[in-house]
């Protein structure tokens, strides 16, 4: 069948109100994107597979890169698509997919009633209509908590907190695109609520049954010392992670759980259309390094510590101490082009000197590659914006970095040539292209 052909027998065929049809060549073949309609989306049964998918080739090369394992380095849709959808939504999950993302990141929070839902903040004031709905409004309130990337206090005032609001309470929310990026689509403001992590966990076997290639899953717990305050025992939060992600198969626990105190945990069964489906792999993620190696000590799924603002994991005693549990290290991207030390005074972080000297020394920044791999271990620097928005390097610093990308394309190349093995990205079809011509200059 032609292309057009196709795309008229979907027109035809399917009440398409939110439609986005294009055609990449990747890897020598043609892939068609085709997004759920929105009265798909209402009625749809997310444990099971829609019936309309095409197919969406993996990401795979011949040629060898510099990453640990050699292979083509994996490009993490970040909050799904939010390039073009309001990020953690269900059309978020499916573009990132559909633009043939290798792993679709949720982050992680806990209702008041114990229910793991997914939203990048703790609070639903910046990315959803709480704001409006009245029945609300006494939630609204202000709260401080430990911030995981620097171990400090932070309050947040005048916001609605999932700690505190049910899962009913959440589901009455509605997410739109953040409006400080006025580029980006605002015509899906209000179509998606917020998920569920089972949901999310739902989605994801969707689309890897329905588009007939798996889809890594890389939850992030966002501040589990925020979401742990009042439950029956401090690792509460990441215990109901670990036993979702078991449940749904991208989890093995290696350590006791007291599971007497997640009874309440009603999963879902596991419909039979997904019975020996093959799924993508999985990560955990954490800016918490206790809950990391919690989480590292209790599955046998690889953990990503995530280490924005901590001087000594630039060091190499610091990446010693992250090895032990760690399969992945992620940091913010300006590190590996101006080095940790501006990264880390344009951040306002301090350190001891003495103490940075007694773990090595910081590393340079066109070293900690190297560094980081000689240890085993993979790097995953993010965010990698769309090109609409500015990239955000601190390249005005010219004596501590010789390199400064000017658009997406000298800076991809850059990862690429560093060795990165993963990328936090948005606009994952741009980053997918550049990718696949960086691997044309390989061969």
């Given amino acids: 069948m032609s292309l057009r052909s196709c795309i008229s027998k979907l027109k035809r065929d399917l009440p398409i109100v939110l439609v986005i049809v294009a055609t990449f060549v990747v890897s020598g073949g043609v892939f068609l994107l085709v997004a759920p309609p929105s009265s798909m989306i209402a009625s749809a049964n997310l444990a099971q597979p829609l019936s309309f998918a095409v197919s969406v080739s993996k990401n795979i090369s011949s040629a060898k890169w510099n990453t640990l394992s050699g292979a ?100 009455m929310v509605r997410i739109n695109q953040d409006p400080k990026y006025p580029w980006r689509p605002q015509h899906f403001n209000g179509l998606f609520g917020v998920l569920t992590f089972e949901e999310y966990l739902q ?52 350590r006791w759980i007291n599971r007497e105190l997640h009874a309440d945990l009603n999963l879902q069964s596991i419909s ?33 510590a995530l280490v924005e603002k901590l001087p000594w994991a630039f060091t190499p005693k610091g990446l010693d101490q992250i090895a032990q549990f760690a399969k992945i290290i992620s940091s913010w991207k300006d590190v590996y082009l101006v080095g940790p030390v501006a990264y880390l005074q344009s951040s306002g972080i301090s350190w001891d000197d003495d103490e940075i000297a007694k773990l ?31 990239m955000g390097y601190l390249c005005s610093d010219k004596s501590s970095a010789t390199f400064c990308p000017r658009n997406r394309k000298e800076e991809l190349f850059y990862f690429f040539e560093l060795g990165v093995d993963y990328l936090f990205v948005e606009n994952i079809v741009e980053a997918s292209m550049l990718r696949l011509e960086y691997d044309n200059t390989l061969r």
């Fill in 360 to 390: 090595g020394g910081f590393i340079e920044a066109n070293d900690l590659p190297r560094e980081i791999h000689a240890r085993g271990m993979e790097l995953s620097p993010y965010t990698f914006y769309d090109s609409h928005q500015d």
């Fill in 203 to 254: 989605t994801i076997l969707n689309l890897t049954s329905t588009l007939k290639r798996p889809f890594g899953v890389i939850p992030e717990l966002k501040s589990p010392k925020l979401y742990n305050r009042g439950r029956p025992y401090d690792r509460y939060f990441e215990d109901r992670a670990i036993l979702t992600m078991q449940h749904y198969g991208w989890a093995n626990i290696t």
């Fill in 72 to 171: 083509m380095p994996q490009l993490v849709g970040h909050r799904g698509e939010k390039a073009f959808m309001p990020e953690h939504s269900l059309g978020s999950y499916w573009q990132a997919a559909l633009e043939g993302a290798d792993y679709i990141e949720p982050d992680l929070g806990l209702t008041k009633d114990g229910h793991l839902v997914v939203n990048h903040n703790e609070y639903l004031g910046e990315t959803t209509n709480v704001a409006s709905i009245a029945s609300l409004a006494h939630l609204r309130t202000n709260k401080t908590w430990i911030d995981d990337t620097t171990g400090m206090n932070q309050t947040v005032v005048n916001e609605w907190f999932i700690s505190d609001m049910t899962l009913e309470q959440v589901k």
């Fill in 272 to 304: 039979e259309a997904f019975a020996g489906l093959q799924k993508g792999p999985s990560a955990w993620q954490s800016f918490d390094l206790d809950t990391a190696r919690y989480l590292a000590q209790h599955t046998d799924t690889p953990v990503v």
